[in-house]
């Protein structure tokens, strides 16, 4: 361990450093209350020898002091101090002391309670490891969760979630709320001609530009369900809606996938649906999805590949 030792007496500074070095540890030292805690801050040392009586701020004080500083991180505090009553130690336990030894302490019992110090520490820190663990592993399950498990992006579950909770926002703001509807065309064709696993390919290569094409960290990339796709606009009017649609329709065009068909299609593209709404009490966001649900209908039936939107004249413009 690294062992912080605070003495305003220098002889028994050296004393206690030599046999705590002794047993092993690293040591650090200090003069007094104020020069202890800049050690504490600049060091972080694992345990805390500290006497009572010292000038300018007393070892209580600095307890307290230092028990602000660590946190939630907690650092064992041994009193060392030739004031031995029953008042003297409760007041050193309450000001954050962990345990009181009684100066001058010997060398068999300061090596005793180094050892149970380290045994705390290294209990502490496995506990400590294994609630980072079971914290890393809830992040890995909420994105597991959230994530649509073929092309990575945000999954039907999240798309919902966080349509109601930017619709909420925008309810409270007067800001219009964006959805864009995406169908990949005609991907029963390129499904049958490229088997599933080019299928598969192909929607991961789509949603992945479709991602980079969002270009707001605030907008939601989700996968809808199957060949359809979504993507969540918060604060953007109907001009927004259309052009953030048109500028994925030309990236996802730009990929050129072919459908290895014979037929008058011969690239992979997208039909789009855009729709914007400024939430009011005869709404709800599932009026927003018909809405694009219209548009990217009448979308396919012009033709596809293509973006059509379709809104309330508020949103035509932020």
Same mark, same amino acid.
């Given at each position: 361990?690294?062992?912080?030792?605070?003495?305003?007496?220098?002889?028994?500074?050296?004393?206690?450093?030599? +046999?705590?070095?002794?047993?092993?540890?690293?040591?650090?030292?200090?003069?007094?209350?104020?020069?202890?805690?800049?050690?504490?801050? /600049?060091?972080?040392?694992?345990?805390?020898?500290?006497?009572?009586?010292?000038?300018?701020?007393?070892?209580?004080?600095?307890?307290?002091?230092? /028990?602000?500083?660590?946190?939630?991180?907690?650092?064992?505090?041994?009193?060392?101090?030739?004031?031995?009553?029953?008042?003297?130690?409760?007041?050193?336990?309450?000001?954050?002391?962990?345990?009181?030894?009684?100066?001058?302490?010997?060398?068999?019992?300061?090596?005793? =309670? #180094? %050892?149970? +110090?380290?045994?705390?520490?290294?209990?502490?820190?496995?506990?400590?490891?294994?609630?980072?663990?079971?914290?890393?592993?809830?992040?890995?399950?909420?994105?597991?969760?959230?994530?649509?498990?073929?092309?990575?992006?945000?999954?039907?579950?999240?798309?919902?979630?966080?349509?109601?909770?930017?619709?909420?926002?925008?309810? @409270?703001?007067?800001?219009? %709320?964006?959805?864009?509807?995406?169908?990949?065309?005609?991907?029963?064709?390129?499904?049958? @001609?490229?088997?599933?696993?080019?299928?598969?390919?192909?929607?991961?290569?789509?949603? @992945?530009?479709?991602?980079?094409?969002?270009?707001?960290?605030?907008?939601?990339?989700?996968?809808?369900?199957?060949?359809?796709?979504?993507?969540? #606009?918060?604060?953007?009017?109907?001009?927004?809606?259309?052009?953030?649609?048109?500028? +994925?329709?030309?990236?996802?065009?730009?990929?050129?996938?072919?459908?290895?068909?014979?037929?008058?299609? =011969?690239?992979?593209?997208?039909?789009?649906?855009?729709?914007?709404?400024?939430?009011?009490?005869?709404?709800?966001?599932?009026?927003?999805?018909? +809405?694009?649900?219209?548009?990217?209908?009448?979308?396919?039936? =012009?033709? /596809?590949?293509?973006?059509?939107?379709?809104?309330?004249?508020?949103?035509?413009?932020?």
């Amino acid at each position: 361990m690294k062992v912080l030792i605070v003495d305003d007496t220098l002889s028994m500074l050296m004393a206690t450093s030599a +046999m705590v070095k002794a047993n092993g540890h690293t040591v650090v030292t200090a003069r007094n209350g104020r020069e202890a805690v800049e050690v504490f801050e /600049r060091e972080l040392p694992d345990l805390v020898l500290l006497d009572v009586i010292m000038p300018e701020m007393d070892g209580y004080a600095t307890a307290e002091r230092i /028990r602000q500083l660590s946190g939630e991180h907690w650092i064992p505090i041994i009193f060392l101090s030739s004031l031995i009553n029953d008042k003297d130690i409760a007041t050193g336990i309450d000001a954050g002391g962990d345990d009181y030894l009684t100066k001058p302490v010997s060398q068999t019992l300061l090596a005793s =309670k #180094l %050892l149970a +110090m380290q045994r705390i520490a290294d209990m502490r820190a496995r506990l400590v490891n294994v609630s980072h663990e079971l914290e890393s592993a809830n992040r890995r399950l909420q994105s597991i969760v959230h994530q649509d498990g073929l092309t990575g992006i945000a999954n039907r579950r999240h798309f919902d979630a966080m349509l109601t909770h930017e619709w909420g926002r925008s309810t @409270r703001n007067g800001k219009p %709320l964006g959805l864009v509807l995406i169908d990949v065309d005609h991907f029963k064709t390129y499904n049958d @001609r490229n088997g599933h696993l080019g299928g598969d390919e192909c929607l991961i290569r789509i949603a @992945r530009t479709l991602t980079l094409s969002a270009n707001r960290s605030t907008d939601i990339v989700a996968r809808y369900g199957g060949e359809e796709f979504a993507i969540v #606009l918060p604060d953007t009017p109907l001009e927004g809606v259309h052009l953030v649609g048109e500028r +994925m329709r030309a990236a996802v065009e730009a990929l050129h996938i072919p459908y290895n068909a014979p037929a008058s299609f =011969k690239e992979v593209t997208i039909s789009l649906g855009g729709a914007a709404a400024i939430p009011s009490e005869n709404m709800s966001p599932q009026t927003l999805i018909e +809405m694009a649900d219209h548009a990217l209908y009448e979308a396919k039936r =012009k033709g /596809r590949n293509g973006v059509v939107v379709a809104g309330y004249p508020e949103c035509a413009a932020a």
